[in-house]
């Protein structure tokens, strides 16, 4: 990403807790969660049961997209992230340790939950991002491709 973009989309999602998550489900039609995260500059990392929906759309197709917002009031001052990338199982321990750590600090009550077998971690590796910012001018959006 351009250092400028990359920065942006880093710094926000830094300061969000959730995104809307989109996958496709079994059908070929697209299913959104919402889901607590822990990001690293602009790769986007979360836990699930390997049960639910999203781990089992996510096994059959990694293909996802994402949005980080807030619920504005003034359109003018709307600022977000929107993101298409592939979602990949996490298994490295080292970093498992690390996000969880983010996770906890982000949301203290993961401390206080039990250990259960069935999370899995995933990785969203960006694609495609945009950086939106309608402070800038209405539909104002900052572009980065992967590759370019």
Partial sequence: MSNDVSTKISDYLGSHRYLNLATIGPDGRPVAHTVGYAAEGTTVYFMTDKKSRKARNIGVN??????VDEDYTD?????????????????????????????????????????????????????????????LGFGHRDEWKKGS
């Fill in 62 to 67: 990694p293909a996802v997209a994402f949005t």
């Fill in 75 to 135: 359109l003018s001052k709307i600022q977000g992230v929107q993101m298409k990338g592939k979602a990949e199982p996490v298994t490295d321990k080292a970093v498992i340790d690390r996000i969880v750590e983010k996770m906890v600090a982000k949301f203290s009550q993961i401390a206080q939950m039990p250990k259960n077998p069935d999370y899995v971690f995933f990785r969203i590796v960006p694609e495609e991002a945009y950086f939106i910012d309608n402070s």
